[in-house]
């Protein structure tokens, strides 16, 4: 995917402006040449004793920037053409650069070759980095800056991950160790719309003589064309190591959480969570009433949620909720093969794995690596609630009284002595909580919401004990609300003012915060409370 040309050339220019007097240039994943096109519109008329080495492994497009510099004869500058891949050439580069530019691709580790993985892994292990290879572009990124000089300007377009998973906290910490100044561009709008993927703009300064982490967020590509934008620092982002996807949040925004934080226990504190049932072939193994009657499967059933849209608006799901799923046709049915040995089913569940067989479904990855392609390992069985990992305004965490199961959308809940589950569920519902749900997870370019594993165990929560008919009030409430500010403005006054002395001016911070992290996740303006959905 190709790099817009003003966004490029913003970026040439932007770095350029700081880096004057430089000789060397390096271009790892050149493309289509935009960036090579850039610098020449930049620096013909004035610069041109200077070297550039451009990395590609298309050869058609090593020839169209070769035609670029046809165009712009000068024999003062050293032109280096090489093709291949990046990885396998960058360690015979023998200049240390100036400035390395340009937007490396972005593979997920399932697309890559065990070469690339490798030489993925080599490259992050050699910077001290413990973690391994998800993606291709932290290995350019980090082996990038081995190349760069003592003075030196690195700039890349990186995916929005850089700036919040998991995965990447390491790159952080090394680009906060290693660069004197950072400047960080986030966008309310997709860059490249046809991966659905937010990117941001990443330039580090090896030197600086105005040090710190800067970040602007643009709200269209056109400002950065019209000088449109503004530099801030927030030092304090950095320090309490929250994801820097939220700079927009200010100082005083970031050290009232911060403060309020440190009164409350985590998620992990009051339950265990598991992952739910990976079954890797969902519309085979999760089925409808309809072909369970078809093929004779009712003895190797068992209840399951699918999907978190089969429980929209609860904070319970009961047997009674479950029947009506199942009367509406939507598939709730786990089909748990119990033998080992597929002859041994009758001949109505000889006749469904047949289907498995016709799709090939048991030639899929996971299949394959399984002892017995159609046995489901790891079974987790039915826990005192689930949360569901992905959500839209806020996460969902629900009371499992119809004692069912539920697929890897999801993590199953057990909680531990002393705390109950209705207690903890109706404390999980206050803005402080839900501030955090949105801080510590990532979002995707269509404004979902994840939270992995050891994100949602560390979850602070403000917990408050309410007996049964506290929470048959909350279930009733939550299940009538028009939206969930309705029920937050409430739990809100008990949860956190009534018992953890949160002042109503902290109160109101507290949900402009909230509303500002869901409107950037969802790239648009701050709603009005009674617009929201409760969806």
């Avoid at 015979?92 to 070469?115: Q, V």
């Avoid at 970040?215 to 503004?230: A, M, W």
Wanted: charged letters at 25%; a positive charge.
């Amino acid at each position: 995917y190709y790099t817009p040309h003003l966004l490029a050339s913003f970026i040439t220019n932007r770095v350029l402006s700081f880096k004057r007097d430089f000789q060397h240039i390096l271009e790892p994943s050149a493309g289509d040449g935009v960036f090579v096109n850039c610098i020449f519109e930049n620096t013909h008329h004035s610069i041109s004793d200077f070297s550039i080495t451009v990395i590609e492994k298309n050869k058609d497009e090593l020839i169209k920037i070769n035609s670029i510099f046809e165009k712009n004869p000068n024999r003062n500058i050293n032109y280096n053409p090489l093709e291949g891949d990046y990885l396998k050439l960058y360690r015979t580069l023998n200049n240390k650069y100036d400035i390395i530019i340009g937007n490396p691709p972005y593979i997920a580790k399932k697309r890559l070759t065990d070469s690339q993985i490798t030489e993925s892994n080599s490259i992050l292990k050699n910077a001290g980095l413990k973690g391994q290879t998800n993606n291709i572009w932290p290995s350019f990124l980090v082996s990038c800056i081995s190349l760069l000089k003592d003075d030196g300007i690195i700039s890349f377009v990186l995916p929005s991950e850089m700036l919040q998973v998991k995965f990447s906290e390491e790159i952080r910490e090394l680009l906060k160790k290693t660069f004197e100044r950072i400047e960080i561009y986030t966008f309310n709008e997709l860059l490249f719309d046809t991966i659905g993927q937010d990117t941001v703009i990443f330039i580090g300064f090896m030197k600086s003589d105005n040090k710190g982490i800067f970040y602007s967020n643009i709200n269209k590509i056109e400002d950065l064309q019209i000088n449109n934008y503004s530099l801030e620092k927030n030092d304090l982002l950095c320090d309490n190591n929250y994801k820097w996807i939220h700079h927009f949040l200010s100082q005083d925004e970031l050290e009232l959480i911060s403060r309020l934080r440190k009164n409350l226990n985590l998620v992990c504190n009051f339950c265990i969570s598991k992952p739910g049932i990976v079954t890797a072939a969902n519309d085979f193994f999760i089925v409808n009433e309809a072909i369970v009657e078809k093929y004779k499967l009712q003895s190797l059933v068992k209840p399951i949620i699918q999907k978190g849209i089969f429980v929209n608006g609860k904070v319970e799901f009961d047997k009674n909720d479950f029947i009506s799923l199942k009367a509406d046709g939507h598939p709730s049915n786990l089909i748990y093969f119990h033998n080992k040995i597929i002859s041994k089913h009758s001949k109505h569940n000889q006749a469904y794995l047949k289907k498995a067989y016709r799709k090939k479904i048991h030639k899929r990855y996971k299949m394959t690596v399984r002892d017995n392609w159609h046995i489901i390992p790891n079974l987790v069985e039915p826990l005192d609630a689930f949360f569901f990992k992905r959500s839209h305004l806020y996460p969902k965490l629900i009371k499992n009284s119809a004692n069912v199961y539920v697929t890897d959308s999801a993590y199953s809940i057990k909680m531990n002595k002393c705390y109950d589950i209705n207690s903890f569920i109706y404390s999980f519902y206050n803005s402080l909580t839900l501030i955090f749900a949105e801080m510590k997870g990532r979002y995707y370019g269509g404004g979902v919401l994840e939270l992995t594993p050891s994100e949602f165990k560390n979850l602070p929560i403000p917990y408050v004990s309410i007996n049964s008919k506290g929470f048959n009030t909350f279930k009733l409430e939550f299940a009538n609300k028009t939206n969930i500010e309705e029920v937050l403005n409430k739990n809100d006054i008990h949860i956190l003012k009534e018992n953890f002395n949160v002042t109503d001016e902290e109160l109101a911070t507290l949900r402009q915060i909230r509303q500002k992290l869901i409107s950037k996740r969802t790239n648009k303006s701050i709603l009005p409370l009674n617009s929201l959905s409760h969806t």
